[in-house]
């Protein structure tokens, strides 16, 4: 059965979100730093391996908000990943709306 749930990272550090599959179906960022930031979003249990999506926000763009799915708790949309989720944050707050499996 596949869980719904906002996650909230903020932070510099590295976050892994864990060891499964799923689908990330929203995506938040906001900063108020004075230059672009970058987020990147792996598919592993590291900052390492497959890059499922790089992110530079500008700060006059922020918040940045995506939408993956057309419906929300789809689980045939949104972006998916098999190893696990990171997320490399930088200066950045992230919310990303996810699927697990």
Same mark, same amino acid.
């Given at each position: @059965? /596949?869980?719904?749930?906002?996650?909230?990272?903020?932070? *510099?550090?590295?976050i892994?979100?864990?060891? *499964? /599959?799923?689908?990330? @179906?929203?995506?938040? !960022?906001?900063?108020? =730093? /004075?230059?672009? =930031?970058?987020?990147t979003?792996?598919?592993?249990?590291?900052?390492?391996?497959?890059?499922?999506?790089?992110?530079?926000v500008?700060?006059?763009?922020?918040?940045?908000?995506?939408?993956?799915?057309?419906?929300?708790?789809?689980?045939? *949309?949104?972006?998916?990943?098999?190893?696990?989720?990171? !997320?490399?944050?930088?200066?950045?707050?992230?919310?990303?709306?996810?699927?697990?499996?």
């Amino acid at each position: @059965m /596949a869980t719904y749930k906002p996650t909230f990272y903020t932070g *510099s550090a590295t976050i892994d979100s864990g060891g *499964s /599959a799923g689908r990330i @179906m929203a995506l938040m !960022i906001s900063h108020d =730093q /004075a230059t672009v =930031q970058t987020v990147t979003i792996h598919d592993n249990t590291s900052a390492s391996g497959t890059v499922l999506l790089t992110i530079h926000v500008a700060p006059e763009r922020t918040p940045w908000f995506a939408n993956f799915s057309e419906v929300l708790g789809d689980k045939k *949309s949104g972006l998916e990943w098999s190893t696990g989720l990171t !997320i490399t944050p930088g200066n950045c707050e992230v919310t990303l709306w996810t699927l697990t499996y």
